[in-house]
Each structure stands twice: as structure tokens, then as C-alpha cells.
């Protein structure tokens, strides 16, 4: 190997290092009113969603942050595995305690996905764009993926708290996937060339999370939302209710459900589980 080579070798490797999670460098990022936000950083845990939600029932306060360097387990929707390697991405769950009606619940994913849309194209200068409900594309592949999970109050008309988990994979992840995901899945650095500062993107997500959260009673996140979603205008198949079903996907109403339109005319409105683009 030439000195030429083994230069180029080592600024490959430095350009593809990914900074250390720092809580005191997220808060330098956070708008001046967030800037009592607790934030405990984790160097690995089976999941940021897990150790959040253990938090919450023992009282952790409105807006504690728990991020990790790697899961072991994380999770995904549907319960899937996201998978979580060491340095590779921002892995971290946001503890909330919404005083808004139940009926408002299930617009916590959506929101949120605006609110990590936005925070990637500030730090990227890319378009990302949502696939309904809660994963995050830039040009066609997956880079990451939302899952929330709460508990209602005693009275059931409120959350207790609930609990957003954030997966995005920011550097290369492409020896850590299996064949099939590979086809799907990506990374910012993969398709942008890009590497942002992790704790700065941690930051940026929850200063959008602070704007869009609460702009889920009137609803005026949904213009955002339906910006970026994609699967309207496309064929579709989709899983609810323990049934598949085919149509076009023709728009998202003002719960953030996606509405899909069968071949007999009729349309309806999905408000859970998982549509995906129909295979030619």
C-alpha cells in the first residue's frame, strides 16, 4: 500500500466518524426555554423506548429525553426489530405528558414524523419525505422509522404519558442488514453523503417536537404531514384489522388517517396499520 493510499484510507474513516453523545451538547442545541430538559444518555440499552417508559411510570417529568449509542433490542412497529448498531445512528425516546383529549392520541406519530422530517432537512438540506404513518424516506429508502407507546390515566379520558421513540440511521448500516432490508433500508449518509452531527440533530428533533406537538389540537401539522407523504395518488396494499387489502391511497383526512378508495368506489379510512406500495 502506497502512502498515498493509506492517507486516503484514513480520511475515509475519519469522514465516516460520528460524534460522541453528549447531554451538554444537546442542550447548547435546545431553544432557551428547554433548557431545564432532562437528558440522560445511555451508552447502550435494549431499548430507549423500554427504559423511557420505566422512567414515566416512576414520574420522569414532561420532556425527559433517553438516548443511546446502540439498542440491543429496539423496537419497531408492528414488533419489528430496529436494528441499532454502535456510532451509526440517533437512537433516542421523548417522554410527553399531552393534557389534550385520548381522541387525540393516535396524531402523536404524525406529528412527530413532521417534526423529525423537518429537523433532517435543516441539518441535510435534503427533501424527506413520510411514508404513511411513521417512516421517514429520502429518494425512495427508508431512513427512519417512529413508534409511540403510552399509558392512559385512571380516568381514561387522558394520557398518563406517552412515550416517542425515534430510530434514524445516520452513517452507513449496510454490513448490519439482511438481504431483504438492504432493498429498503438506508441511511442519511447513504443517500445524502452526509453525516450530521448527532447531537445536534437530537436537538433540532426536539425543538420541531416542541412546535408540532402542539399543533396537534387544530390540526395544523396535517399541511406539513400531507406535504411529505407519498403514498398518495399510488396503488396500495395495505394490512388492518387482520385483512389485506388493494386500492388507491387518495389523501390523508384531518386525523392523519390514510384514505384509500377500493375498486368498488368506496373509501376508507385507515387509522392503523401498515400500507405499502403495490408490487407491478
Given at each position: ?11 475515509s474513516?475519519?469522514a ?5 453523545l453528549s447531554?451538554?451538547?444537546i442542550l ?5 426555554d428547554?433548557q431545564?430538559?432532562?437528558i ?6 435494549d431499548?430507549t ?5 420505566k ?11 433517553v438516548?443511546?449509542d446502540s439498542q440491543?433490542?429496539?423496537?419497531g412497529?408492528?414488533?419489528?426489530r ?23 392520541a393516535?396524531?402523536?406519530t ?15 438540506g435534503?427533501?424527506v419525505q ?12 427508508k431512513?427512519s422509522?417512529i413508534?409511540?407507546?403510552s ?10 404519558y ?13 454490513e ?8 429498503r ?7 445524502t453523503?452526509?453525516i450530521p ?6 436537538a433540532?428533533?426536539?425543538n ?11 390540526r ?15 396503488r396500495?396494499?395495505?394490512e ?17 388517517n390514510?384514505?384509500?378508495?377500493l ?7 385507515l ?6 406500495l403495490?408490487?407491478?
Amino acid at each position: 500500500m502506497s502512502l498515498n493510499d493509506e492517507n486516503s484510507e484514513k480520511m475515509s474513516a475519519a469522514a465516516t466518524e460520528i460524534a460522541a453523545l453528549s447531554a451538554e451538547a444537546i442542550l447548547s442545541g435546545l431553544s432557551a426555554d428547554n433548557q431545564d430538559r432532562k437528558i440522560i444518555v445511555l451508552d447502550e440499552t435494549d431499548s430507549t423506548n423500554n427504559e423511557a417508559k420505566k422512567l414515566a411510570a416512576e414520574g420522569a417529568p414532561h420532556g425527559t429525553v433517553v438516548i443511546a449509542d446502540s439498542q440491543t433490542s429496539g423496537k419497531g412497529r408492528l414488533d419489528r426489530r430496529f436494528v441499532s448498531p454502535a456510532g451509526k445512528g440517533l437512537y433516542m425516546s421523548v417522554i410527553i405528558r399531552p393534557e389534550f383529549d385520548i381522541k387525540f392520541a393516535p396524531m402523536i406519530t404524525s406529528a412527530a414524523a413532521v417534526a423529525a422530517s423537518i429537523a433532517v432537512e435543516e441539518l441535510c438540506g435534503c427533501e424527506v419525505q413520510i411514508k404513511w404513518v411513521n417512516d421517514l424516506y429520502i429518494n425512495g429508502k427508508k431512513i427512519s422509522g417512529i413508534l409511540t407507546e403510552s399509558a392512559v390515566n385512571s380516568g381514561g379520558k387522558s394520557l398518563e404519558y406517552a412515550v416517542i421513540g425515534i430510530g434514524i440511521n445516520i452513517c452507513s448500516i449496510t454490513e448490519h442488514l439482511d438481504e431483504e432490508l438492504k432493498l429498503r433500508a438506508s441511511s442519511i449518509e447513504d443517500e445524502t453523503g452526509n453525516i450530521p452531527d448527532r447531537n445536534a440533530l437530537c436537538a433540532a428533533v426536539l425543538n420541531e417536537l416542541d412546535t408540532w406537538l402542539g399543533k396537534i389540537e387544530d390540526r395544523s401539522y396535517i399541511t406539513e404531514y400531507r406535504q411529505r407523504e407519498f403514498l398518495t395518488g399510488k396503488r396500495i396494499t395495505a394490512e388492518s384489522g387482520g385483512k389485506i387489502i388493494s386500492g388507491t391511497a387518495v389523501g390523508i383526512d384531518r386525523n392523519a388517517n390514510l384514505m384509500v378508495e377500493l375498486s368498488n368506489g368506496e373509501i376508507i379510512n385507515l387509522n392503523s396499520g401498515e400500507a405499502n406500495l403495490l408490487k407491478k
